[in-house]
């Protein structure tokens, strides 16, 4: 498993992590707000026990200076309890913090002492500390007081409330207390702070004991609640069981868009190979024709890959450049809805520069809400289709064509036949005429040469029509050595007198020393007769003056063939090539049959040769035939 798919199945994770971190940073904080507030609680403890020090000292020292004014007056005043209870001072003190008032003399012995009504004072019977004055001449005033009562009436009331303070020694023996009620102490441990009080404290009346380790100490009666942390922990508490519930119901909401990416997926990695698989092109275009979409087999179909079509607007790269406006106004049509049902042929252009006939059917392109937003077009390639179409129109017609050329060797076969007694009957009477005029003992040579020659005449035309018959009827040629270069002279001279009434220059480039060829003599006269009869027949419709009419008849020995060229300059074959002029019954004459040069280039073919045809250089026709020489002549 790659490290990338891992993150992905465990995104699910990352809410349930955020979370723990986020909890941790409340926690975090919330501590240090507990910190920070102990901190904050503990320095003003510090300070209101600091500020309580100085009031106990401050009272205490008020106190002293009320006893050394109380000293001060009675100097010289006989002791007695009288004098020391009307005085008011002694009142005064009685009634702020005083417990007793003891007048002694120089031996420490009781002169007078004033002493708290019985039960007046609760602090009577606990611990007390005493103040000293001297009195002129020879004495001393004590003053009993109770720490726990400098306790309450020398703190202010609101620090009374919040804190329980005390009076402890070096042994934390407690002194004295303004705790009223001893449950305090049970109370679980609770902030406190200790201050040490400054100057001594007397513990007894009659020696220098003093409590120099006294110390103030200042205890929080209610701490302040920390109400975050509680508030936290049940945020948390709550907070965490919920994220765990919906990092569990995403992590299973994630599967299951897994399960489905994956089914997906390899739904389409299905779609993808069977469209790619199929036969049929396809592909699809929005309303403005860009292509959205095709398959493999339209990319192959068209030789353009995918990533240069996808996007592209018409015009496309497949369409022929001389179709642009055809094809662009059948697009417009076909966009806006007009394609055919049953589809429509075209022709596009393949990367390679051939041509492919399609056949395209076209269909609307609906996305998921069922709302059109296109067209899907599926192609068939019908190229193989329309040329075994074309092959069999053509293989239709050939027939037809061999149906009726049949019919016409027939016809010739029988004009043949019928033709044969008529030349016989000439060459007969030609004889008995040469025959009588002998007897007569006429012995004019011109009459005489002319009969001679129409003998001649009748029976070349008899052996024609003989070897035209025996070719018709399905009979092979007669292969006889022969001299090409004889065969063109025989040829042209039976046409000289005719060319020179169409005012055609006839001219021979015969090439020396020509080997002979096993030939039928009379058909390849016949074929040299044909095409210089057509080189004349398109000479017709060039003036003489313009250049002049000529046809030249050349021979030549090209590597195992005897090759026989008829140049004219004439017109041309105007982009027709040798199929085309030699299929029977097509003619560029009007009174033509459309019979000659088929049968030229049968004859051609039955002596293994070869009928050729091509644009001459210079302009005009050049015919060609090849005949094969000898083996012994080929191998000489």
């Not at 059917?361 to 179409?389: C, Y």
């Not at 027939?410 to 030609?430: C, D, F, G, K």
């Not at 005897?562 to 029977?584: H, K, S, T, W, Y």
Request: charged share 25%.
């Amino acid at each position: 498993m790659t490290v990338r798919r891992f993150l992905i199945r465990g995104l699910w994770l990352a809410p349930l992590l955020l979370s723990l971190i986020f909890v941790g940073g409340v926690l975090a904080w919330v501590r240090a707000n507990g910190v920070e507030e102990q901190e904050v609680q503990r320095q003003t403890l510090i300070s209101d026990a600091l500020s309580t020090e100085v009031q106990l000292r401050a009272r205490i020292d008020e106190e002293q200076a009320h006893l050394r004014h109380l000293a001060d007056a009675l100097a010289g005043v006989a002791p007695s309890e009288a004098a020391l209870a009307a005085h008011p001072e002694v009142n005064a003190g009685l009634r702020r913090l005083w417990l007793s008032v003891t007048w002694l003399d120089g031996r420490n012995r009781v002169l007078a002492e004033v002493p708290a009504e019985p039960g007046a004072n609760r602090y009577e019977d606990g611990l007390s500390l005493h103040m000293t004055a001297p009195v002129a001449p020879d004495g001393v005033l004590v003053v009993r007081y109770a720490p726990a009562l400098l306790l309450k009436r020398g703190v202010p009331w609101w620090l009374a409330r919040k804190y329980d303070l005390q009076l402890v020694d070096s042994a934390d023996q407690v002194i004295a207390s303004s705790t009223e009620s001893p449950l305090r102490a049970a109370q679980g441990p609770r902030p406190s702070y200790r201050v040490a009080l400054t100057g001594p404290l007397r513990a007894s009346p009659l020696t220098d004991a003093t409590l120099t380790d006294a110390a103030l100490e200042l205890t929080l009666r209610e701490p302040v609640p920390d109400g975050m942390r509680p508030l936290a922990w049940v945020l948390v508490a709550g907070f965490l069981p919920a994220i765990a519930v919906a990092s569990w119901l995403l992590r299973r909401q994630m599967r299951h868009v897994q399960r489905a990416e994956g089914a997906w997926r390899t739904e389409a990695a299905w779609r993808r190979a069977m469209e790619d698989s199929a036969l049929v092109a396809l592909r699809a275009r929005d309303f403005d024709g860009r292509l959205l979409y095709v398959n493999r087999t339209f990319c192959e179909m068209v030789g353009v890959p995918a990533e240069q079509m996808l996007g592209q607007l018409p015009p496309m790269p497949y369409w022929p450049p001389d179709s642009l406006d055809e094809l662009t106004e059948r697009n417009r049509r076909n966009l806006a809805g007009g394609a055919p049902r049953e589809g429509f042929e075209a022709r596009w252009q393949h990367s390679s520069g051939r041509m492919v006939d399609v056949m395209v059917f076209e269909s609307p392109l609906v996305d998921a809400s069922g709302r059109q937003i296109g067209w899907m077009g599926s192609i068939l390639d019908i190229t193989e289709r329309k040329r075994l179409e074309e092959r069999e129109r053509r293989e239709v017609e050939t027939l037809a064509h061999n149906a009726r050329l049949t019919m016409l060797g027939e016809v010739a076969s029988t004009l043949a036949h019928e033709l044969n007694q008529p030349l016989t009957a000439i060459a007969s009477y030609n004889a008995g005429i040469a025959n009588s005029l002998a007897k007569l003992g006429v012995s004019d040579e011109l009459v005489l040469g002319a009969l001679q020659r129409l003998g001649q005449q009748a029976e070349h035309a008899g052996r024609i029509v003989a070897r035209i018959r025996e070719f018709l009827t399905r009979r092979e040629p007669r292969h006889e050595p022969c001299d090409v270069n004889d065969v063109i002279s025989a040829a042209l001279e039976l046409l000289r007198r005719d060319l020179q009434r169409r005012g055609v220059a006839l001219e021979q480039h015969l090439a020396a020393s020509v080997p002979a060829v096993l030939a039928d003599a009379v058909l390849i006269e016949q074929v040299v007769i044909n095409l210089v009869r057509n080189a004349a027949d398109a000479l017709q419709a060039r003036p003489p003056e313009a250049g002049g009419r000529r046809i030249a008849v050349s021979s030549h020995v090209a590597g195992e063939f005897v090759r026989v060229d008829v140049r004219d300059n004439g017109p041309g074959l105007a982009g027709r090539r040798i199929e085309q002029l030699c299929a029977p019954f097509y003619s560029t004459k009007a009174d033509g049959m459309g019979m000659g040069l088929a049968i030229c280039r049968s004859i051609v073919e039955a002596h293994q040769g070869v009928l050729d045809a091509e644009e001459a250089v210079g302009g005009g026709a050049l015919f060609s035939f090849s005949l094969p020489l000898s083996q012994e002549v080929a191998n000489a």
